[in-house]
């Protein structure tokens, strides 16, 4: 379950990681693929996670129950995939890109 408290740093996060999706760039025969649009949202989110370290840690250890410490260490791919397999983040993750798209 997503809490209140961790949609909010979620959202910190996302605004701190100013994702600007160019469809034009990514897109073939003037439409963008899922696939398309998920890679290209991977490599931005990968490239700029840089910019909300401290608050990406501080979601972990919200999200894990655990000291900010303890969330440094946290193996990165099991937490997304824990992420992905929590309907409740899908759920917040998908309001945020459909939020985004209507901008």
Do not use: C, P, R, W
């Amino acid at each position: 379950m997503l809490t209140i408290k961790q949609g909010l740093k979620l959202s910190v996060i996302l605004d701190k990681l100013d994702l600007k999706i160019d469809f034009k760039k990514i897109s073939q025969n003037g439409e963008v693929s899922v696939e398309e649009f998920g890679g290209e949202l991977m490599m931005q989110i990968a490239t700029k996670l840089h910019k909300a370290e401290k608050e990406i840690i501080a979601f972990v250890a919200e999200y894990k129950q655990i000291s900010y410490k303890e969330a440094e260490n946290i193996n990165l791919i099991e937490f997304v995939q824990v992420l992905l397999d929590d309907s409740s983040f899908g759920s917040f993750f998908k309001s945020a890109v459909n939020s985004k798209l209507q901008d």
